[in-house]
């Protein structure tokens, strides 16, 4: 899966990006076409035929990345899917649902003020039987808040100050600011061992020690198999419901889709477009709407043609998205009209949306006087059914294309610190997997240097100043009312300004066996959740 490239180091940082970008940075290696879609139907299979002692099958899509399993550091959609089943934070977001819920907190935290008492889940343990202390909840946090572990996700609990020990189960947090935000983003801290990590982080990153339903047995690493053991020992609210559970690493296509076709595993993520009708025969397939996008990101440093504004608007004005989505994603995405695919929460439809209009774009296109472009794209098997077309609108609107085609890590190898090397960059990415709130979305593109500086070079701009301090804005909102004012505001800022913007918004393609997979519902991330699933077999 790649979620969305990210940093556990600058180096871990880019292989993650290009991984997001290779799985739509969880978007994923889809098969680029796909017949309509299929709406998800809930959950699956008669609660009366689960075994308790049950085990579920599937097949992945990705492989274990070249980093871990640790949640400080992990960049790889496998293994992100599988912390999911393991690994637990204060609170967790629901892959399928997106809600919200208290995992080792005994309630959801509400920032009232800059200082939060955390109290933790009576009788929670880790996978090793050890109890999970304040200690345990300090050590974690202040592992992703030190800047010398350059954990990716430092950057999405920017108002956390710091955290220390009340008493044995309960911790104090410091705040910069009160956040409505702060229950949802807790999620992105993992609650480790401190005893084990200390003493073998390599090990622990090889093979988590957690408190979630699931224990994880086997990394995949030699075997191609991830595999999973119910914890008898877990007191939260998503009781593993079978046995055993085992993830075949199956990246080929073909192969996943004849495993669910044979019966052999019950699931697989990231079906080809094209297999749907024909899956569709033995399997229920599902494809949910999900945030998952082919993004457009431009050159904005000085000279180049891109740092026009204008320009950066013709190119979307020019593309015919409508008959990219029809005939490429067969159906299977949404041009976007917002930031936001229609549905998330926080959706509102952008004051600028960018329909087909190559009249307008050629006539812009010569008021700037552009007549040429650099298009590098990432060669997902999807992408690569777009982008030919995407260069047939650019063509009728006047432009001259020079195309060139690279790898995700490879496209980004090329331009990282290097705005000669390109104009435009036409790539996947998702970062919904680390949570669903509009400004962690947005701040993933929009904050951080790695994109805002080292690629698309667009920070320093006043547009740049503009949107940091929207998103503080929001961030520091004390409610989501107050907080949807300046999300609105960014929404339209971003679809004006567009210095990296969605072309549009995915939908993730699962099929699975719904007579055996109890409970079992499709989710609109790369990747498979089997929280709170049964098995009949």
Request: glycine share 6%; aromatic share 8%; with cysteine.
């Amino acid at each position: 899966m790649q979620v969305l490239d990210q940093q556990s180091s600058r180096r871990g940082f880019l292989q993650l990006a290009g991984a997001m970008g290779a799985a739509a940075a969880f978007a994923g290696t889809v098969s680029a076409c796909a017949p309509g879609s299929s709406t998800t139907t809930g959950a699956s299979g008669a609660a009366g035929g689960a075994k308790a002692d049950g085990t579920i099958t599937a097949a992945i899509s990705y492989e274990l990345g070249t980093n871990g399993y640790d949640p400080m550091t992990t960049s790889s959609a496998l293994t992100i899917a599988a912390n999911w089943h393991v690994m637990e934070g204060l609170t967790e977001v629901d892959p399928a649902s997106r809600e919200v819920y208290a995992a080792l907190a005994k309630e959801l935290p509400k920032a009232t003020g800059t200082s939060v008492d955390i109290a933790l889940r009576d009788g929670a343990v880790f996978h090793n039987g050890s109890a999970v202390t304040a200690d345990d909840v300090v050590f974690s946090i202040e592992r992703v808040l030190d800047p010398a572990n350059k954990s990716l996700y430092r950057q999405f609990i920017p108002f956390i100050k710091g955290v220390a020990k009340k008493d044995e189960k309960t911790v104090t947090l410091t705040l910069a600011y009160p956040s409505a935000l702060l229950a949802a983003r807790l999620a992105v801290v993992k609650i480790v061992p401190k005893a084990v990590v200390t003493a073998d982080a390599k090990a622990f990153d090889a093979k988590p020690i957690g408190t979630g339903p699931w224990k994880l047995t086997d990394n995949g690493a030699t075997s191609k198999q991830v595999t999973f053991e119910r914890n008898d020992a877990y007191t939260g609210s998503k009781k593993a419901r079978a046995k055993a559970m085992k993830w075949q690493i199956i990246p080929d296509a073909s192969t996943r889709t004849n495993a669910v076709q044979s019966k052999s595993v019950q699931a697989i993520d990231s079906v080809p477009y094209l297999s749907i009708d024909q899956l569709k025969t033995t399997s229920q397939v599902d494809s949910v709407q999900g945030f998952g996008l082919l993004f457009a990101m431009f050159n904005n440093s000085a000279g180049n043609p891109f740092a026009t504004k204008e320009n950066r608007q013709a190119f979307f004005y020019a593309i015919d998205m409508a008959k990219v989505v029809q005939t490429a994603m067969l159906g299977q995405a949404s041009p976007a009209t917002s930031f936001v695919q229609e549905g998330h929460p926080q959706y509102v439809k952008a004051k600028t949306v960018y329909s087909h209009d190559a009249a307008k774009a050629t006539a812009m296109f010569k008021a700037t006087g552009l007549t040429k472009l650099r298009l590098l794209c990432t060669d997902h098997d999807w992408v690569k059914k777009c982008t030919p077309l995407i260069q047939e609108s650019l063509k009728a609107a006047g432009l001259e294309v020079e195309f060139t085609e690279k790898k995700s890590a490879d496209v980004y190898n090329t331009i990282d610190g290097k705005p000669e090397a390109f104009d435009v960059v036409i790539a996947p990415g998702d970062p919904s997997v680390f949570g669903n709130d509009l400004d962690l979305l947005m701040r993933w593109w929009y904050a951080g240097d790695v994109w805002t500086d080292t690629r698309m070079h667009w920070k320093g701009s006043a547009a740049y100043t503009q949107v940091q301090s929207l998103l503080d804005a929001g961030l520091q909102a004390s409610d989501e009312a107050k907080a949807k004012e300046s999300w609105a505001s960014l929404i339209d800022l971003i679809a004006d300004e567009i210095p990296l913007y969605p072309l549009f918004h995915r939908k993730t393609p699962t099929a699975y066996d719904k007579a055996s997979l109890v409970d079992f519902k499709p989710i609109p991330l790369t990747g498979l959740s089997f929280v709170g699933v049964a098995s009949t077999k």
